[in-house]
């Protein structure tokens, strides 16, 4: 909660009178957020990548306050590059966070909610984990394995009233494609000359200019886990609606294009 999202959704929460836990890899970079509110609040350490602190924050938070109602997973950072020449160890790193940071915080949570018979799993995907664009790739996958998860875990939970929600916005001004991104540049010269090249060159005149709001990507999360009957998915975002429709539009059209090579593909009785 230190930037971004986590930040805006903390603010929000305490705002509208919940309890909240609000934590960081460095825990003094959220004092702010709970300074005067210590009753309702608890700032805690906490790196994804880490089990032991994972298993700090979560018994923590049940020693105050006896219950887990809500987990946000909101950790994640991106990474852009050409396929052909993202690097593996920066690739690994994002998927520690991104995917297993998000896995083993909601494992951790799970017995409490299971016990309690409620809870609401909101996990952070993005547009680009429904669909796809060029220098993003290995992002995408991490994204897309987030999606996978939570429609199996949605499934699963459903007898213990847990919900699960994917959170997928489009560009907003969080700072994701700064300080939060890395970017490997193209030494492939065909490469410089496409779309893989403009898109990379072009990334530093994005930040600052993205159309959404994260005070609105907020108020918006406060309003799934309020509602009686939450999504799976929520778009955020103009270019989020956009992209997803322009995506299923031509899947389903695809689909239709194929249909008897596909239905062929069976033994015939």
Known sequence: ??????????????????????????????KDITAGNEDSTLA???????????????AATIEKFGRIDVLVNNAGIGYFSSVEESVEEETRKMFEINFWGLMHMTNAVLPQMRAQKSGHIINFSSIGGLTSFPTLGYYHATKYAVEGVS???????????????????????????????????????????????????????????????????????????????PPLRLLLGQMAYQAATHKFTNL??????????TINADFQE
């Not at 906490?46 to 089990?51: A, F, M, P, Y």
């Not at 699960?164 to 939060?180: C, H, N, Q, Y």
């Not at 389903?252 to 090579?261: D, F, P, V, Y």
């Open 1 to 30: 909660c230190s930037t971004g999202f986590g930040r805006y959704i903390a603010k929000q929460a305490i705002a509208s009178g919940y309890k909240v836990v609000v934590t960081a890899r460095n825990v003094e970079q959220v």
């Open 44 to 58: 805690l350490p906490l790196d994804v990548t880490k089990q032991d602190q994972i298993e700090s924050a979560v």
């Open 151 to 229: 429609e199996s875990l949605l499934q699963e939970l459903a007898p213990f009233n847990i919900h699960v929600t994917l959170i997928e916005p489009s560009s907003f001004r969080t700072d994701w494609g700064g300080r939060s991104s890395v970017k490997t540049d193209t030494t492939i010269p065909e490469l410089k000359e496409s779309i893989v090249g403009q898109m990379l060159q072009g990334l530093d005149q994005m930040a600052g200019q993205e159309a959404g709001d994260p005070a609105k990507a907020a108020e918006a999360v406060i309003q799934v886990v309020e509602t009686s009957n």
């Open 252 to 261: 389903l059209a695809s689909i239709e294009e194929w249909k008897e090579t």
